[in-house]
């Protein structure tokens, strides 16, 4: 082929791709005025444009390129209309209900709620559309079939309802239970042998208890005898307790903490006791 052939071939073609596919070129420079799901939606569109003009296909690529505009522009952009594409017959059922499941997710707020995945989702609805009516490349309608299940999927999982928090059960509080002992004694007696069952069944029911046991003692006797006596009374305690529990610590304080206030020297039955914490 001579050079002046060549030249007239190649200006032959730029004037026939110059007839169509022009909408692309425009859609590509627009500025973008819409909401953000117009916006996604412009993109979306304006790549659909790309693709097909790539292809030779330049109907389809103005066709894109009108809705890239029109979205971008902030108008309503409604997903094509199964009446706007020739559809092969055993297709349209499922190309019907799959338009009906984008609209009713569109009703329920996609647009504002999930923008982003509800513009992926009519942009490969409507490049589904536009494969199926070709239907001469598989892999492409089933690229696009895909993408828009899985777009349409997880704006239907944005728009589920969030499901109330339910509050954590507070934990149990603290039990106390209380022996009392004889003066200048650490015998445990049958109305403390009552306590300890209770502070048991406790301590079973919570399961792995921490036990905690604190001894005391009047301020009859001197500092170091009481503080003596504590340690009895809590060891006694100690002893009965320290299979039901998980963790059982001791203490003993004498006659500091007193449970009735009293001058040095005063029997106080009160005094004279075992405290028995169990908690969690």
Known sequence: MSTRAKFLVVGVAAVLAGCSGMG???AEMQSASGSEFQNDLRAGYVDLSSAEFN???Y???DYFAEKAIQSGSGNAVQPTMIAGRTLPGDKVDQLTSSRERLMRAMADGAADKAPADAARAQVAF???MQEQEENFQPGDIESCKGDFFAALGDVEKALEPAQPKVAAAPAPEPQKFVVYFANDS???DPAAQAI???AEAAAAKLGGAKVTIAGY???TGTDKHNLMLSERRAEAITKLLSGSAKDVESMAFGQTNLAVPTPDGVAEAKNRRVEITVEP
């Open 126 to 128: 409507d490049c589904w």
């Open 55 to 57: 292809e030779g296909d």
């Open 196 to 198: 300890l069952a209770q």
């Open 24 to 26: 692309l070129q425009k």
């Open 59 to 61: 109907k389809d690529s």
């Open 186 to 188: 650490a015998d445990i």
């Open 217 to 219: 003692a009047d301020t």
